[in-house]
């Protein structure tokens, strides 16, 4: 790998500076035609989500591609992230499971936070929980005992590294303030109308790694917003 094509972890890992997002990605077709495209031309970092519900038709096709010998295990970058309704200490575990069930792998390269919020746990598929029209907020959301099942995670070898997305600077802080492992990473929306330029700074002052998605900007971003629950359930 090229100098220039990665960014490099403070526990040394590398990770490729250019990575394929999944997000809104779940008919099997397009997906199969989107990421065997992207292997062709040279990917070989891949960003998913339980929340996605889509880790199995990419873990079908890494597989496909790991048992024809087309790429090794050591070449892929993977990462998957804890969904709202896994944000307790007692459910890292079993989440990072299920997504390494789903990808049919052994282990992700980076294991993400995906939202601050938690949301109330009523059984693995109501990723989205409601009460009284309005999404359940789990209020009692302990981000330094999240942070601490997290890098048990690391210390089991199901993840090389782990982070953050949607986190703003405070949130960071009380995470590094008490980790045994840092951030690796953290992921949010960055592009020349979104420059986080205090995100960036915090990252830089604890050495984690920032990535950006949508980096191009997202146009459509409002109309999906307005006609996606998540946000109007609010």
């Known amino acids: 790998?090229?100098?220039?094509?990665?960014?490099?972890?403070?526990?040394?890992?590398?990770?490729?500076?250019?990575?394929?997002?999944?997000?809104?990605?779940?008919?099997?077709?397009?997906?199969?035609?989107?990421?065997?495209?992207?292997?062709?031309?040279?990917?070989?970092?891949?960003?998913?989500?339980?929340?996605?519900?889509?880790?199995?038709?990419?873990?079908?096709?890494?597989?496909?591609?790991?048992?024809t010998g087309k790429i090794t295990r050591e070449e892929l970058f993977i990462t998957t992230k804890l969904p709202p309704i896994g944000m307790d200490p007692s459910r890292v575990e079993h989440f990072l499971l299920k997504s390494l069930t789903a990808l049919k792998l052994d282990y992700v390269d980076l294991y993400l936070i995906h939202q601050a919020i938690g949301l109330k746990y009523t059984n693995d598929e109501n990723i989205l929980p409601v009460v009284g029209g309005k999404l359940d907020l789990e209020l009692n959301t302990d981000h330094v005992k999240i942070w601490k099942a997290m890098e048990s995670q690391v210390k089991a070898g199901r993840t090389k590294a782990i982070g953050i997305s949607n986190f703003n600077s405070t949130q960071i802080e009380r995470i590094v303030n008490s980790a045994e492992i840092l951030p690796a990473n953290l992921q949010v929306e960055g592009h020349v109308y979104l420059q986080q330029k205090e995100l960036r700074e915090i990252c830089r002052k604890h050495g984690i790694t920032f990535t950006a998605y949508a980096p191009l900007g997202s146009p459509n971003r409002k109309q999906i917003y307005n006609t996606n629950r998540f946000l109007t359930l609010l």
Do not use: C
């Not at 526990?11 to 008919?27: D, E, H, R, S, V």
């Open 1 to 67: 790998m090229s100098e220039k094509m990665y960014v490099q972890f403070s526990n040394g890992q590398k990770m490729p500076i250019l990575g394929l997002g999944t997000w809104q990605a779940q008919n099997r077709e397009e997906m199969e035609n989107a990421l065997n495209a992207a292997f062709d031309a040279g990917y070989r970092h891949f960003d998913t989500a339980y929340m996605y519900q889509n880790e199995t038709v990419i873990g079908d096709i890494i597989n496909t591609w790991l048992t």
